[in-house]
């Protein structure tokens, strides 16, 4: 049986090696399909990062359909079933890195349209497309720059669908209208060094340093909301000592991350956490990275649509969350644009021997088309 579109250039996205930030041609596949059905297509590619920006019409509201060309490493090649960068389909499913994560989305994301514009050649508003290759990575170059690009244009988005895997157990059966923010800090305290035998000639930063990282841990930092969890804060790295058993060592070095809720700021919790260590009268330097701010999707146009083409198409009433870790919608919302995430079944992703259904794929699509048809017409 010949393969649908969908799942043909899903397979043949998952083809192309494109371990972050290298997109290996998946961009210029893409828009040799969107040229063919009337999209403008422009490479906004920065640093070592392919980005495509690609439209079709030029007045509101424009829907535009976001996602990632990159894909993580693929790990030990001899534990994958099937080779990572074949996109080999047995027994319903296609294999290959990238499968879910997100490559499969974009396929749906491209075949949806292509039906549409088939058929609704003169679709009020417009579509567009944000693909980027450094979502995997550092999201320096991407979405990030791509979105600082618009904005020098006062080129506004009105709604976004970022084709993240969503879904938990069935397609459908969540999409995402937020993400908490994510704050990382790097923070290194400063004893003295000295010999294990002699601790009352040193001061021996790992001890100094565990009085307030245990008031950093045990903090209630807000409460959350409906729709959010509580803010965390959680220690991802410790690293002190010089090799030696009997050196006492001169720094301590800790990386640590905050997913906050809407309920407080990135200001607020540097302030807070420089007051703890202030507090315990510490020596110590601290670097933040730029935090990702959080973002929710109120119920509006987008959600409704949303909401109805799941149900109409895969016959699943969606949970609206804001669960799970940080996707590039928190590039867009602050635009004031509408986000919401939607995407396959996430079971598999970053793991070795990551899969997706190729029905799923098709359903998916169909979804996306349903939604073009509920804003665009």
């Avoid at 906004?44 to 894909?71: C, Q, Y």
């Avoid at 514009?117 to 990030?144: C, F, K, N, Y």
Wanted: overall charge negative; charged content about 20%; proline content about 5%.
């Amino acid at each position: 049986m010949p393969l649908s579109p969908t799942v043909a250039l899903a397979r043949d996205l998952i083809r192309q090696d494109s371990v972050t930030p290298n997109d290996n041609g998946c961009q210029a596949m893409l828009t040799s399909r969107l040229n063919a059905i009337g999209f403008s297509c422009e490479h906004m590619d920065f640093a070592e990062v392919s980005n495509l920006w690609a439209t079709r019409g030029d007045k509101a509201p424009i829907l535009v359909f976001a996602g990632h060309t990159d894909v993580v490493p693929t790990g030990p090649l001899e534990q994958w079933r099937y080779a990572p960068f074949d996109g080999e389909i047995h027994d319903g499913m296609l294999h290959g890195r990238g499968a879910a994560d997100m490559k499969g989305s974009i396929a749906c994301f491209v075949t949806a349209c292509e039906r549409f514009v088939g058929m609704h050649p003169q679709h009020r508003g417009s579509i567009g497309l944000l693909i980027t290759s450094d979502e995997e990575g550092i999201a320096r170059w991407g979405t990030r720059e791509v979105m600082a690009e618009l904005a020098k244009r006062d080129q506004k988005i009105d709604m976004c669908i970022v084709g993240e895997p969503t879904s938990v157990e069935i397609l459908g059966d969540m999409a995402k209208i937020g993400r908490r923010g994510s704050l990382n800090g790097t923070l290194k305290i400063t004893g003295k060094q000295g010999h294990i035998a002699y601790p009352h000639l040193a001061n021996n930063p790992l001890h100094i340093a565990l009085p307030a990282l245990n008031a950093l841990t045990i903090k209630q930092w807000d409460q959350g909301n409906e729709n959010f969890q509580p803010t965390s804060f959680q220690i991802s790295n410790i690293n002190g000592g010089t090799g030696a058993t009997n050196v006492i060592p001169g720094h301590v070095d800790i990386k640590f991350n905050f997913r906050y809720s809407p309920e407080t700021t990135a200001a607020n919790l540097i302030s807070e956490v420089e007051a703890i260590l202030n507090n315990k009268r510490l020596e110590f330097e601290i670097d933040w990275g730029d935090p990702g701010l959080p973002y929710e999707t109120k119920t509006g146009d987008l959600v409704k649509a949303v909401e109805g083409s799941i149900l109409e198409v895969a016959g699943v009433s969606p949970k609206l969350s804001t669960s799970g870790g940080t996707s590039d919608g928190r590039f867009i919302a602050p635009t004031g644009t509408q986000v919401v995430e939607l995407g396959p079944v996430n079971a598999t992703i970053h793991q070795i021997n990551e899969q997706i259904s190729t029905q799923d794929l098709n359903l998916l699509s169909q979804v996306y088309e349903k939604i073009l048809e509920k804003l665009l017409l």
